[in-house]
Nanobody, 124 residues
Framework: QVQLVESGGGLVQPGDSLRLSCAAS????????VGWFRQAPGKERDFVAGIRWGSGSIYYADSVTGRFTISRDNAKNTVYLQMNSLKPEDTAVYYC?????????????????WGQGTQVTVSS
């Protein structure tokens, strides 16, 4: 069993940066694949970034490649999402998700555990 808590969201201006954190409770979090997703009002939940345990392979959605960076600190049971050069279209609730077995990192249905989400609003 894993519990996930996101933090770090807020209201920022275009071009600003934010760092989201996904803190996990539970044993062996280092052996979980972790993904970040986002959901804007009236839209589906979209994949943003993911990181596998073991290989450490990292994946990004095309829309955030070059601007966002996912990383993990296993000693702190935390996965981060550094978001730079934020745009209004990045506005959404951001969720982290985890699972021990994931084939398609971009598919929300592959994940067993979800956090409650943190709001990111990019507006001038």
């Amino acid at each position: 069993q894993v519990q996930l808590v996101e933090s770090g969201g807020g209201l920022v201006q275009p071009g600003d940066s934010l760092r989201l954190s996904c803190a996990a409770s539970g044993r062996a979090f280092s052996r979980y694949h972790v993904g970040w997703f986002r959901q804007a009002p009236g839209k589906e939940r979209d994949f943003v970034a993911g990181i596998r345990w073991g290989s450490g392979s990292i994946y990004y959605a095309d829309s955030v490649t070059g601007r966002f960076t996912i990383s993990r600190d296993n000693a702190k049971n935390t996965v981060y999402l550094q978001m730079n050069s934020l745009k209004p279209e990045d506005t959404a609730v951001y969720y982290c998700a985890a699972a021990t077995k994931v084939e398609a990192m971009a598919s929300p249905s592959e994940y067993d555990y979800w956090g409650q989400g943190t709001q990111v609003t990019v507006s001038s």
